[in-house]
């Protein structure tokens, strides 16, 4: 399991990056969802994927009142498509930051975009 947390200090929200790599990791990835707390049917769903070993998949899971958001990736059959899938969740930390805290702007969003982007450089 590959583990990454970081905190957007301007708007107080922490982004935490979870690689569930292989079927044995269910267990912490789960421990880990629940100390944000995620829904326990979130969870499930989560756990039942993991199980049934997906690939190429992920999820965006926030607990705006929390002020915390959840990467995570199941495991990937090439790079490319690791990619991928971590850019289209790291869009959704965008956007339901921005939503959450009426962020219009359209620097401030961009900037919150670089931000986030500079933090998962290390997991590429």
Do not use: Q
Not at 34 to 48: F, M, N, T
Not at 61 to 86: D, F, Q, W
């Amino acid at each position: 399991m590959k583990f990454l947390k970081f905190n957007i200090a301007i708007y107080d929200w922490d982004i935490y990056y979870i690689e569930a790599e292989r079927k044995k990791d269910a267990k912490a990835v789960v421990a880990k969802l629940r100390s944000i707390p995620a829904s326990e049917a979130l969870i499930k769903e989560v756990l039942d994927d993991i199980k049934s070993d997906s690939t190429d998949g992920g999820h965006h899971l926030y607990n705006g009142e929390a002020r915390k958001s959840v990467i995570l990736l199941y495991r990937s059959t090439s790079k490319k498509n690791r990619i991928n899938i971590i850019f289209h969740e790291k869009r959704h930390v965008e956007d339901r930051i921005c939503e959450h805290l009426h962020i219009e702007d359209e620097e401030a969003s961009a900037f919150l975009a670089g931000y986030i982007a500079e933090k998962l450089i290390p997991i590429l």
